[in-house]
C-alpha cells in the first residue's frame, strides 16, 4: 500500500491554478488508486510565514478542506487534517533544520523571488520553510506528492534531506517522489503569462477565485491577455497567453490540446475565449454548488477531528523515533 500526501497553504482566496494543479489532480489520484492511503493538510504553519489576516485565515483554513470534498475527496478514504493541530510537524520541522544546509535554503525560487521583488522585512520562516515542508512530508512516510510543477524543488529538497539523513543515522525516512501533471502543472496569470497564477497575487484579474461570481469569471477570462497574431495554437514561447488558456481548456474539458486547436483552426481568439469562459463558468459552478452543500452539512469539523486523531498518532510515533535515533532525551 502506498501513501499519497499533500498540502494547501490557506494564504488567499483558492484560484483556478491550485485547482487544476493540485485539487483536481488530488481527487482523481485517489479515485485511481483504491487501494493507497491519502493524506492531505492545510498549511497554515506555512502560510503565517507571510502576515495573515487572523479571521481570514480560520475561514480560509475552513474552505480549502470544504473545497476539496466538493471536488470530490472521498473524506472516508483521506486522513483531512489542519498542519498547526498536529505539533510535530513544529517539531520535526526544527529537527530537519539541522540537517538543511544555508546554501539550500538560498536556492529556493519562491525566495529568491520574494529577495528578487525587494520585499523587505522577510521572516526567518519564510526562508526555512522548506525545512518545515520536508518535515511534512517525512512524517508520514509519504511514497508520493502530487505538487504543481512549482513545488517540485521542495519536494527535491525534501529527498535531499531525507537522504542526508538516512546516510547519517539508518535507513529511517521513506524519500518520497513528486507527481507533476503532464497539462496544467503551472497555469498562468491571465494578465502576465509570464507569471504563475498565484492566490496571493494584488492583481485579482489575473486569477479565478473558485467562489468568485460566474459573471466575474467570464469576465475574467474573455480579458485575458493574449497576442495579435490571431491563431489557435500551442506556442508557449510565442503566445504564451493563448498556451495558457489552451492547457486550462484542455484540463476541463478533458480533451488533447492538439483536438482543441484543431476546433478552432478557423476561428479567432473571441471564439475561442467565449466558449472556454462557459466551460470555466459551468465547471466552477458545479463545484460552487457542492462547496455550498458540504459547509450547510455540517460535518466538517468532525471530518477535521479525526483526521487530526488519525494524523497526530502517526506523527508522534515518528518523531518520538526520530528524537531517539539523534540521541534527544534519556529513551534508547
Ligand atoms: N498556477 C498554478 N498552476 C498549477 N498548480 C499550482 N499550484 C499553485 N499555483 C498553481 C499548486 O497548488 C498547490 C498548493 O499550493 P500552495 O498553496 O501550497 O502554495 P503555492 O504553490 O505557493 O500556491 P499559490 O497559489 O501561488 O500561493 P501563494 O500565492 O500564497 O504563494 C501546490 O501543489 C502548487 O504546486
Do not use: W
Amino acid at each position: 500500500m502506498k501513501r499519497i500526501l499533500s498540502g494547501i497553504k490557506p494564504t488567499g482566496e483558492l484560484t483556478l491554478g491550485n485547482y487544476i494543479g493540485a485539487i483536481k489532480r488530488f481527487v482523481e489520484l485517489q479515485q485511481s488508486m483504491p487501494e493507497d492511503e491519502f493524506y492531505l493538510f492545510i498549511a497554515d504553519l506555512h502560510a503565517i510565514t507571510v502576515p495573515q489576516d487572523t479571521t481570514e485565515l480560520r475561514r480560509r483554513t475552513r474552505d480549502i478542506a470544504a473545497m476539496y470534498i466538493a471536488a470530490g475527496l472521498d473524506p472516508e478514504r483521506t486522513v483531512l487534517f489542519i498542519q498547526s493541530e498536529v505539533k510535530e510537524h513544529a517539531e520535526l520541522g526544527y529537527l530537519l533544520q539541522c540537517y538543511t544546509h544555508m546554501g539550500e535554503l538560498e536556492r529556493m525560487t519562491q525566495y529568491k523571488d520574494k529577495i528578487k521583488k525587494g520585499e523587505s522585512n522577510l521572516t526567518s520562516a519564510l526562508f526555512t520553510y522548506p525545512a518545515l515542508m520536508a518535515a511534512d512530508i517525512l512524517i508520514y512516510d509519504a511514497d508520493y506528492v502530487p505538487v504543481g510543477d512549482d513545488q517540485k524543488q521542495h519536494v527535491e529538497l525534501t529527498r535531499d534531506i531525507a537522504t542526508r539523513f538516512n546516510n547519517r543515522y539508518r535507513d529511517f525516512f521513506r524519500v518520497p517522489e513528486p507527481i507533476i501533471p503532464k497539462v496544467g502543472a503551472r497555469i498562468m496569470d491571465l494578465q502576465d503569462p509570464s507569471k504563475k497564477m498565484s492566490k496571493s497575487d494584488d492583481n485579482s484579474k489575473g486569477y479565478i477565485a473558485l467562489l468568485d461570481d460566474l459573471q466575474v469569471i467570464k469576465k475574467k477570462i474573455k480579458s485575458a491577455v493574449t497576442d495579435s497574431l490571431g491563431i489557435v495554437q500551442y506556442d508557449p514561447d510565442n503566445q504564451p497567453g493563448i498556451a495558457n488558456l489552451l492547457s486550462i481548456y484542455s484540463v476541463l474539458s478533458e480533451k488533447s490540446i492538439d483536438d482543441i486547436v484543431l476546433d478552432y483552426a478557423s476561428k479567432g481568439y473571441a471564439d475561442f475565449k467565449n466558449d472556454l469562459a462557459e466551460l470555466v463558468a459551468e465547471k466552477i459552478g458545479e463545484l460552487q454548488k457542492k462547496y455550498n452543500e458540504v459547509i450547510q452539512s455540517g460535518t466538517l469539523d468532525s471530518i477535521l477531528d479525526k483526521g487530526k486523531e488519525t494524523a497526530s498518532r502517526v506523527a508522534y510515533r515518528k518523531v518520538e523515533k526520530c528524537k531517539q535515533i539523534i540521541g534527544l532525551g534519556r529513551k534508547r
